[in-house]
């Protein structure tokens, strides 16, 4: 007699292992652990220093 529960390729059991290690899924609104203010301002602080370089270089070309 063949016992339906049994998944002999183990994707079952795989799956309810990965499921269960998973972290908890956050809040929304609620602060990261990984420092999303940090590189928030790193990708402000990038985008205003090409910013800045485009503008001096179209500043130079129109004065030259």
Same mark, same amino acid.
């Given at each position: 007699? %063949?016992?339906?529960?049994?998944?002999?390729?183990?994707?079952?059991?795989? /799956? +309810?292992? /990965? =499921?269960?290690? !998973?972290?908890?899924?956050? %809040?929304?609104?609620?602060?990261?652990?990984?420092? !999303?203010?940090? !590189? +928030?301002?790193?990708?402000?602080? =990038?985008?205003?220093?090409? %910013?800045?370089?485009?503008?001096?270089? =179209?500043?130079?070309? %129109?004065?030259?």
């Amino acid at each position: 007699m %063949a016992d339906n529960d049994y998944d002999s390729a183990g994707s079952t059991q795989m /799956f +309810r292992a /990965f =499921v269960d290690e !998973s972290p908890a899924p956050q %809040a929304p609104g609620s602060v990261s652990t990984y420092g !999303s203010s940090n !590189s +928030r301002t790193g990708l402000i602080a =990038v985008v205003t220093v090409v %910013a800045l370089a485009v503008l001096g270089a =179209v500043i130079w070309l %129109a004065v030259k």
